[in-house]
Nanobody
Framework: VQLQASGGGLVQAGGSLRLSCAGS????????FGWFRQAPGKERGGVSS????????VYADSVKGRFTISRLNAEKTVYLQMDNLRLEDTAVYYC????????????????????WGQGTQVTVSS
């Protein structure tokens, strides 16, 4: 299982970025996915997650209404659209995969995810 995250960068507050997470080496549609982030000096926390089918999503309260998670199974890619970025969104963002059955709801518990990408830096400036 390999996960390759990309799309991070430097953006001004109020701006947008779209992160991508490309999967390879596994049956992409058998997995649910999550985005997590870790800011300097802070613990890693969940940002958003999406179910196997893409029909269910969950968001951390801090990003609700600003971030949108989606997936394209045909492209084996998960996306995180981040709008109206704030200074406090600055962090390294990681995508993660969890082998799931169809009825598994998405969740933001990092310990449930067995596979992790390398992270992509998002820096929001004032």
């Amino acid at each position: 299982v390999q996960l390759q995250a990309s799309g991070g960068g430097l953006v001004q507050a109020g701006g947008s970025l779209r992160l991508s997470c490309a999967g390879s080496g596994f049956r992409f549609d058998y997995y649910s996915f999550g985005w997590f982030r870790q800011a300097p000096g802070k613990e890693r926390g969940g940002v958003s997650s999406i179910s196997r089918s893409g029909g269910s999503t969950v968001y951390a309260d801090s990003v609700k209404g600003r971030f949108t998670i989606s997936r394209l199974n045909a492209e084996k890619t998960v996306y995180l659209q981040m709008d109206n970025l704030r200074l406090e969104d600055t962090a390294v963002y990681y995508c993660a995969a969890r082998r799931s059955i169809l009825t598994h709801p998405p969740n933001l518990q990092g310990g449930d995810y067995a596979y992790w990408g390398q992270g992509t830096q998002v820096t929001v400036s004032s």
